[in-house]
């Protein structure tokens, strides 16, 4: 959900989300505008919090460990693991009782 296509962008995201939550708070004193103007910037970067940045690199981190792509569930695309049917005991009981 959080994690990134590559540990560099995940990286490069979080270094730029915290210096600009670093900045807002140094800032803040001399310079509310320029502080709440950064928040956005830091928020966005970040992908919300800096916990959910974390999680992100956790998540990005186990990814590239066990060899998958970290871009969460499947999505629209023409992987095999996508079309995979849904083994017989699923599809019936999604499906009703049929005989």
């Known amino acids: 959900m ?7 962008e995940h990286v490069a995201r979080g270094l730029l989300g915290l ?3 670093t900045a807002a708070a140094l800032l ?9 103007a950064l928040l956005p910037v830091a928020l966005v970067a970040l992908r ?3 916990m959910c940045w974390t999680l ?3 998540q990005t ?5 066990r060899g998958e792509r970290p871009e969460g569930p499947c ?3 023409h992987s095999d693991r996508c079309a995979a049917p849904a083994p017989r005991g699923e599809r019936q009981a ?4 049929r005989r």
């Open 48 to 50: 919300g919090c800096p």
């Open 75 to 77: 999505r629209p695309c």
């Open 94 to 97: 999604a499906g009703g009782a």
């Open 2 to 8: 959080f994690a990134s296509k590559s540990l560099v």
């Open 56 to 58: 992100g690199l956790i």
């Open 61 to 65: 981190i186990t990814a590239r460990a």
């Open 19 to 21: 210096g600009a939550l």
């Open 28 to 36: 803040a004193p001399t310079s509310p505008w320029a502080a709440l």
